[in-house]
Structures are given as C-alpha cells and as structure tokens.
C-alpha cells in the first residue's frame, strides 16, 4: 500500500465523520456518502458536453440519465458506455460518480450514459435490474436524439454498479435478437458477484479497508426482499447456471477489498465459459478506487489501463 492510501485510510479511521455506514440508517448513509464525495473531488475534466434526460420506468417512474459527450465531437455517432453507480444498491448518485464519468468520457472520447436506477430500502430486488433494463429498452430513442453509436455500447459500473453491469450483459444474450441493445463488452469494476458466499478477503479486508464487511451485510439485507434473493443471478451473477455468449469483459480488482475473491472468481468463471475477458488487478488499491483521483496518483494510471482496454475493445466491433 502506499503512503498517500495508507494515511487516507488512517484519517478516515479516526474521523468521526466517517463513521461506516451500516452505523446509520439509509437516509443518513446517503448524506454521508455524498459529503465524502465532495471531500473527495478532483479537478476532473470540465471540457464536456452534459445532458439531462430521464426515461420511463416499467411502473411510469421516471429515472434521471445524465449523458457525457466529448466537446467538440466530429458529429460521427459516438461509441457509448451505460454507466452504473455503486453504492450497495443503497446510496450513491448521479453526483457521486459524476468525476468517474467525466474521466472516462475524457479520456476515451466515448460518451457516458449514467443511470440513476432507485435504491432500497424504498425499492428493494430487482427494482435495481428492472430499472438498468428498462433503460436499455430505452436506449434506441435516446441514441438517436444523442448521436449515440447503438453498434458500440459497453455496459460499465463499479461495485453493485458492475453487478447491475454484467447481470444486464447476461440478459441482453440470452434474450439475443429480442433485446433492444446487444452490448458489444462489460466493464467491471470491483463487483459484487456472490452476496451468499464465504470468502477469504471478506476476513482479511472486511474492517480497516474502506468497504466494511458489516456494511456489505447491511446493504444486501436492505436491498433483498428476503435472504433467498440474495442467490437470485441478478443479485449474484456467480450463481448463473450459465456465463456462455455474454460480451468480452474487463475486470478491474483491488487487491486490498473484501470483494476481491468473488470478483475473481467471477472473472475465471467467465473464462470458463468460453468469454474474452482482461483481468486488471490493481494490488495496492482498496474498494471505490475509482472515486480516488484526490487520495494517490495511481488511480490515474488505472484509468489508463482501463480505457486503453475499453478501446482495443470496442476497436475490435468496427
């Protein structure tokens, strides 16, 4: 670990505005994830277009999109990521990922849809899944008024936000021609893969780590309607009878998170199954690296690595 993280984490730690979030209820959570997002902010890239949208949800619920396209774009439809947030399903926004948006839009010159699907307790499993499908059902409107490249879409997010990422993938193949976008690659950041299994890193990373394994248990006892959801495959896509024919992926792992075995083994289990998949295993990160532009420069060269992956990837569907 190095010295900027290891004295990030020894100031959270001792702060008592920190407190982990399965300490307060989830209106306070939220409120505390937010401020955290704001001590966190980085001089992330400003020279981007930003749109507003919403798109109807299946119960007429109408869900806020924010879109990032590249400043002066050469008109051409634009390759596109479907970017959803993490947070556990609980907290997390728009706002809060707002900086990870603006980088990969920066840096890869593709546009950023990200989605603001509704969280629990409110709405519990699988409101998150509907929501990021009916989004996607949504998409060939939104692409045409967006100059959004529907040839070229990549579904993205970090955590439970890449939960939601790859669940979506697995739905779009198995629906095949039936589906309104077929993903051409997943990037998963850090993903929550199997929330009824036992893993080592839940022990060795679970407190002091950033992510707290207590907290992971209060998320999904929020998010489940009851336990048995949590083996549902949209809720643990390792627990899939079957990965086959899902998009190429990009798998990014933080070696010090509780969620680093799972997120392996998804990977593998990917591999297994006959799917292209890139492991980028950044050692000495923790949980949420992404949001940590301000803390350590190395998160700058993650985003380096990602992005020149993503576009090899979608330079491959040309």
Not at 20 to 46: D, M
Not at 151 to 178: E, K, M, P
């Amino acid at each position: 670990m190095n010295n900027d993280l290891e004295a990030f984490l020894d100031m959270v730690a001792m702060n008592p505005q920190d407190q982990a979030l399965h300490r307060l209820g989830p209106v306070q959570a939220r409120t505390s994830f937010e401020l955290a997002t704001q001590r966190l902010r980085w001089q992330a890239p400003q020279d981007l277009e930003l749109v507003s949208l919403t798109c109807t949800a299946r119960d007429g619920t109408a869900l806020p999109l924010r879109v990032y396209k590249p400043a002066q774009a050469d008109g051409q439809p634009l390759p596109v990521l479907i970017y959803f947030h993490g947070g556990g399903f609980v907290v997390g926004s728009l706002d809060s990922h707002d900086g990870v948006c603006r980088e990969l839009c920066a840096r890869s010159r593709c546009a950023v849809v990200s989605v603001g699907y509704r969280l629990a307790p409110d709405h519990r499993f699988p409101t998150a899944f509907e929501d990021g499908w009916d989004v996607l059902e949504a998409l060939p409107s939104i692409a045409q008024a967006q100059g959004l490249d529907l040839q070229r879409v990549v579904l993205a997010g970090d955590s439970v936000g890449a939960t939601l990422a790859t669940t979506l993938a697995l739905h779009a193949a198995r629906q095949g021609l039936a589906a309104a976008v077929r993903p051409i690659g997943q990037l998963l950041c850090y993903p929550v893969t199997d929330a009824g299994g036992e893993y080592a890193s839940r022990t060795l990373f679970g407190e002091g780590y950033l992510l707290e394994d207590e907290t992971l248990e209060w998320f999904y006892d929020l998010y489940a309607r009851e336990h048995v959801d949590r083996h549902d495959w949209r809720f643990s896509p390792l627990r899939a009878e079957s990965l086959s024919g899902v998009a190429p992926a990009i798998v990014l792992l933080a070696g010090l998170d509780p969620l680093l075995d799972e997120g392996q083994a998804y990977a593998e289990r990917l591999q297994a199954s006959g799917v292209e998949v890139e492991i980028i295993l950044a050692q000495d990160m923790t949980h949420d690296l992404l949001r940590m532009m301000s803390v350590t420069a190395e998160v700058s060269t993650v985003y380096k690595r990602l992005v020149d992956s993503l576009l090899a990837l979608i330079a491959k569907a040309r």
